[in-house]
């Protein structure tokens, strides 16, 4: 019987596995570049110019690792596991992060996954766990994890979040009714002043990420001189993107309004044919339905990504005030949509049932060879998920 080689399992001892270096920039961008399709549209999340340069955002000490094969010279697959600094139980820690496993099509079996697995245990340590995201459109990361394999590390679920990339606000009249019916937590929004954060302001916004660690656990443990400095962990904002919200004197809320597409893109490649069709008139209709425009073949996706949208979990009021302010910036910046990822469990999750746009469900977990990390975590706090690090 004859087999195509190019579909044969590879060797074990062919697969090299060491960590990404600049030289693999373009090897890494295809692989993760690799298109999915989804409801009659072909995508793909492109890393453009430079994948360590989208990386930067990621992590303040990155891991960056590639498995090749030797025979081949071959990109055959690719995972990054770096960390940060995040407040974890009210504490500044590293904190690992799971990301851009991509395995080619051809590669996919036992063989690679135990070359994997080796090379995820013997360097996952201080921490020896990692924070996972996997969204219900990913079917095959989430089949991976809820069918455990021998060498790779078991995965312990957190809970369910949501992803909305929010098109628009709903009915003023039903959120103020909910907000009057259901908030305990009474914020009086004329006693609330905005303005553009400025340089006096970075000693407060530092102070209130501190301040809001005492509320929700995994945030970034940000320091905004390095925004203000123009570091590369803040690659495509800057602080005037950033929208503070006073009570007096107090900061009681933020949000940063966050282009990332000179780093990351969503591409449209493809339409089938009937949806190339109806894409005009799809179009005109979101002018009613409020949904989300297609754009065209080639084209990337637009919005705008809020970076620390951040106040008390119970000040529903203040966090729609924030949504609609950082929606209307977006909309006159020409784009009308912005990101961002709530936990099921944050209380501000209620008011996006009001709202509409594209939904994103995933599972937060964590990933480790060693115990369970989740009893460590204080179950008081609210998980915060960064939508534009993850």
């Known amino acids: 019987m004859n087999i195509n080689p190019s579909l044969q399992q590879p060797e074990k001892s062919h697969l090299i596995t060491r960590e990404a270096t600049l030289d693999d920039d373009q090897a890494l961008r295809a692989l993760i570049a690799v298109p999915m399709t989804t409801k009659g549209v072909q ?3 492109q890393r453009e110019p430079s994948y360590f340069k989208a990386s930067d955002i990621l992590y303040k000490h990155k891991l960056h690792v590639v498995i090749e094969d030797s025979a081949s010279q071959k990109k055959v697959a690719c995972y990054s596991n770096g960390h940060r600094p995040c407040y974890v139980n009210r504490e500044i ?34 921490p020896n766990f990692s924070q996972m995201i996997i969204f219900d459109d990913n079917h095959a990361a ?42 305990q937590y009474h914020t009086d929004m004329t006693q609330i002043q905005s303005c553009i954060a400025m340089p ?17 656990n995994f945030i970034p443990a940000y320091n905004f ?40 893109q969503t591409k449209i490649l493809h339409y089938s044919p009937m949806i190339g ?68 469990k944050d209380p501000r999750f209620q008011l996006n049932q009001f709202y509409k746009g594209e939904r994103l469900t995933g599972m937060h977990g964590f990933i480790s060879f060693e115990e369970d990390p989740r009893p460590n975590f204080d179950q008081t706090l609210i998980p915060y998920l960064e939508v534009g690090r993850i």
């Open 225 to 264: 001189e390095e925004l203000a400095e123009g570091d590369c962990y803040f690659s495509g904002i800057k602080l005037s993107d950033f929208l503070l919200y006073f009570k007096g004197e107090k900061l009681v809320g933020m949000f940063g309004l966050w282009d990332q597409h000179s780093l990351k």
């Open 142 to 183: 989430r089949a991976a994890i809820q069918t455990p394999k021998t060498g790779m590390p078991d995965y312990y679920d957190e809970g369910l979040i949501e992803t909305l990339t929010l098109t628009d606000l709903g009915s003023p009249r039903k959120i103020t009714t909910f907000l009057n019916d259901s908030n």
């Open 277 to 344: 069709v109806l894409r005009p008139i799809y179009n005109l209709y979101t002018k009613f339905s409020k949904s989300m425009p297609l754009p065209k073949r080639g084209e990337a996706v637009k919005y705008h990504v809020l970076h620390t949208l951040l106040c008390h979990p119970e000040a529903l009021a203040l966090h729609h005030q924030m949504l609609k302010d950082a929606y209307h910036r977006s909309k006159q910046l020409g784009v009308g949509a912005v990101s961002f990822t709530l936990s099921h």
């Open 93 to 126: 820690q590293n904190f690992r992060y799971a990301s851009d496993l991509r395995v080619d099509h051809r590669y996919r079996g036992k063989s690679l996954v135990k070359v994997l697995g080796v090379h995820v245990k013997d360097n996952m340590h201080a």
């Open 200 to 216: 006096e302001h970075i000693q407060a916004m530092n102070h209130f990420i501190a301040e809001m660690s005492v509320h929700y």
């Open 43 to 45: 995508i793909s999340f």
